[in-house]
């Protein structure tokens, strides 16, 4: 054939490809979500192979370890005594807390680590929603006033970064405003900025036994049939002083992703949810698929779309995979 461009020739040996290749993963591109309990023991997760509930003491040795192999945060998921839940969840802002003591234990065992927690209302909230939930109805403006509550005392607890999962309206500049106010000037803010209403979020719920009792999440969570809504969160985020915004699940939303990327200049992070994990866990138990090789395709994948970080339950195991 006569033909003068071919492609291949940036192809044709490891070398080559390395210089002209476009993503490099690093493991201080991942923050490892960890789930707690108020137990002494620590617990393998059933419903989320290579996952634990852990104990104050068990969390702390498992960031350490995340952060031996370059992993510089963390993201706190506890798992509340049905005991402590209420409607309105005042539980999350108990200073004494179990993620109020995590985040203390955690940042004074190391210091550099960065501490993300999660603000919603479901791990405390008896009918298992990220809101308050009255007459069939989640209350927006009564439950940013909690959650306000909520990351203020995480704040004080010591956190590094706020992250709103809850999809409330205006809860963005309110917690600002309520960061400021109490002086957590440095503290930054998170957004899960398009977290869509999503079936892949099933085994985390599971794991920390928060899926509502009744209804879904349809009325605050984005329908996973729209992309210009996105864009539409993210211009609100920005201007309610968002630090980082976040898409969420990641795999199946990358399309979304790259938009976010093209029309912000903040940080991008995208969450590889439980039900992302579990595929690739379960194919891979079955002898299907090759874990490893998935496991890097699909965060590549994330990170190609435009995620400057990554939330991912794969962060120790990918981290130790890029230092070899
Ligand atoms: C709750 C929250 C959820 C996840 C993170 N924060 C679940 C939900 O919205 O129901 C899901 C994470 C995952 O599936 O890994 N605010």
């Known amino acids: 054939m006569d033909l003068p461009i071919r492609p291949r020739r940036n192809r044709k ?16 591109d991942f923050v490892l979500p960890l789930f707690l309990h108020d137990v002494e023991a620590d617990e393998a997760i059933e ?21 031996a192999v370059g992993v510089p945060a963390v993201v ?17 802002f108990n ?19 960065v501490v993300m927690t999660d603000v919603a209302l479901d791990p405390y909230n008896i ?17 940013v006033e909690i959650l306000c509550q909520q990351a203020v005392s995480q704040a004080e607890a010591g956190a590094d970064i706020i992250a709103p999962s809850d999809m409330m309206d205006g809860r963005v500049a309110a917690l600002r405003g309520a960061l400021d106010t109490a002086g957590y000037q440095k503290v930054s803010i998170c957004s899960y900025t398009a977290k869509y209403a999503s079936a892949y ?10 899926a509502p009792k009744s209804g879904d999440k349809k009325s605050y969570q984005m329908d996973p049939s729209n992309r ?43 969450y590889q949810v439980s039900g992302e994990y579990l595929m690739i866990k379960s194919a891979s138990a079955g002898g299907w698929i090759n874990e490893e090789s998935v496991m890097m395709e699909s965060l590549i994948a994330i990170k ?10 794969f962060a120790k195991d990918a981290a130790r995979l890029l230092g070899r």
């Not at 807390?97 to 680590?113: F, T």
């Not at 009918?127 to 007459?135: A, K, Q, S, Y």
């Open 228 to 270: 210009r809504e996105a864009l539409r969160e993210l211009l609100l985020d920005e201007d309610e002083g968002a630090d980082i915004v976040m898409v969420k699940p990641a795999g199946a939303y990358l399309d979304i992703i790259s938009d976010v990327r093209e029309h912000t200049t903040l940080p991008v992070a995208a």
């Open 47 to 67: 419903s989320m192979p290579g996952c634990t509930r852990w104990s104050l003491e068990g969390i702390v040795k498992e960031a350490g370890e995340a952060l």
């Open 201 to 210: 979020y099933g085994p985390f719920r599971g794991a920390l036994g928060t």
């Open 76 to 92: 706190l998921f506890p798992a509340i005594d049905d005991s402590l839940k209420t409607k309105r969840g005042e539980e999350s």
């Open 304 to 313: 190609r779309a435009g995620a400057d970080m990554i939330l991912t339950y």
């Open 13 to 28: 040996s490891p070398g080559l490809r390395a210089l002209a290749r476009e993503t490099l993963l690093s493991p201080g």
């Open 127 to 143: 009918d298992g929603h990220d809101g308050i939930l009255e007459g069939g109805e989640i209350l927006n403006d009564e439950t």
């Open 95 to 113: 200073p004494g807390g179990l993620v109020q003591r995590a985040i203390r234990a955690l940042k004074s065992a190391y210091p550099e680590l």
